[in-house]
């Protein structure tokens, strides 16, 4: 949830290019992957920077987000470029009366045909936890994170209690910053209908999904920057774990009765350990 006065739309723009180039930094976007998209329970102007508007045809009828924005990454563009240059990138959707049509408004930059493949899974979590918290603000990432999805195709980690366990054992604020673990999905077509209902489930529970062989999905009714964090939380758990697995499995991790402690003095809430 944000206060107003609600930040402007360039800054909003700012912090996705910041996320986006973030991501690269850790690895979590090779080429033209991941996407992002942020939703805008307030009432925006995106002419200005963005001129061009034509309908499109929503993946999922959201009628009661009508009037609502979304900031969306294009088809087939690099994340880390965005800073450089929103226009060429970012489209902005504005949801149409109904709910089944949405006006992207585009740059004169642009340098996509469609918005990202993925927004039928954005536009579903999006919905489910507008629903369900009343937020007037959301982001979502999907990226590809090098040692998460490493783990991922490894048989023993594909379960979310494992998987939490062993990628959030490696430093204290672990658990602290991520105290409902880290979902787990087998692997689905990516952007099937499958995989987008199972990441609406998931993402009730999670601030993060691992879809195995494939990436994550993360969210934050905070900024997006805070959304990247979270990316970058579990993927450092999982590069120590990766690093252990290389090394014979030589490092003992946290103990289970040690982030108790942790989690006790911090006041925690956790069933994973
Ligand atoms: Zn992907």
């Given at each position: 949830m944000i206060e107003p006065p609600y930040p402007v739309?360039?800054e909003l723009?700012?912090y996705?290019?910041?996320?986006?180039?973030?991501?690269?930094?850790?690895?979590?976007?090779?080429?033209?992957?991941?996407?992002?998209?942020v939703y805008l329970g307030w009432d925006i102007?995106?002419?200005?920077?963005?001129?061009?508007?034509?309908?499109?045809?929503?993946?999922?009828?959201?009628?009661?987000?009508?009037?609502k924005?979304?900031?969306?990454?294009?088809?087939?563009?690099?994340?880390?470029?965005?800073?450089?240059?929103?226009?060429?990138?970012?489209?902005?959707?504005?949801?149409?009366?109904?709910?089944?049509?949405?006006?992207?408004?585009?740059?004169?930059?642009?340098?996509?045909?469609?918005?990202?493949?993925?927004?039928?899974?954005?536009?579903?979590?999006?919905?489910?936890?507008i629903?369900?918290s009343g937020t007037n603000f959301h982001a979502?990432?999907?990226?590809?994170?090098?040692?998460?999805?490493?783990?991922?195709?490894?048989?023993?980690?594909?379960?979310?209690?494992?998987?939490?366990?062993?990628?959030?054992?490696?430093?204290?604020?672990?658990?602290?910053?991520?105290?409902?673990?880290?979902?787990?999905?087998?692997?689905?077509?990516?952007?099937?209908?499958?995989?987008?209902?199972?990441?609406?489930?998931?993402?009730?529970?999670?601030?993060?999904?691992?879809?195995?062989?494939?990436?994550?999905?993360?969210?934050s009714g905070a900024s997006?920057?805070k959304?990247?964090?979270?990316?970058?939380?579990?993927?450092?758990?999982?590069?120590?774990?990766?690093?252990?697995?290389?090394?014979?499995?030589?490092?003992?991790?946290?103990?289970?009765?040690?982030?108790?402690?942790?989690?006790?003095?911090?006041?925690?809430?956790?069933?994973?350990?």
């Amino acid at each position: 949830m944000i206060e107003p006065p609600y930040p402007v739309l360039e800054e909003l723009i700012g912090y996705v290019g910041e996320a986006g180039h973030r991501l690269a930094e850790i690895d979590a976007s090779e080429g033209a992957a991941g996407n992002i998209s942020v939703y805008l329970g307030w009432d925006i102007n995106p002419a200005s920077s963005f001129p061009h508007s034509e309908e499109i045809v929503l993946p999922t009828i959201v009628e009661e987000l009508e009037g609502k924005s979304f900031i969306v990454t294009g088809s087939g563009r690099r994340l880390r470029e965005i800073h450089q240059n929103p226009g060429a990138n970012l489209g902005i959707v504005t949801i149409n009366e109904g709910g089944r049509t949405g006006t992207l408004f585009t740059s004169s930059q642009r340098l996509f045909q469609r918005v990202t493949s993925e927004f039928n899974s954005h536009l579903a979590v999006h919905r489910d936890q507008i629903a369900r918290s009343g937020t007037n603000f959301h982001a979502l990432i999907h990226a590809q994170p090098l040692h998460l999805v490493y783990l991922s195709h490894i048989p023993r980690y594909q379960d979310t209690g494992y998987f939490s366990r062993h990628t959030l054992r490696w430093q204290p604020e672990s658990i602290v910053n991520l105290p409902e673990g880290i979902a787990f999905l087998p692997f689905m077509l990516p952007g099937s209908d499958d995989l987008m209902a199972a990441t609406v489930c998931a993402m009730r529970d999670h601030k993060i999904v691992v879809w195995a062989k494939h990436g994550v999905m993360a969210r934050s009714g905070a900024s997006v920057k805070k959304a990247c964090d979270v990316i970058e939380y579990a993927e450092t758990g999982a590069r120590y774990e990766y690093l252990n697995l290389t090394n014979h499995g030589l490092a003992e991790g946290l103990e289970a009765a040690e982030i108790r402690m942790i989690c006790a003095a911090f006041g925690i809430q956790q069933t994973i350990f």
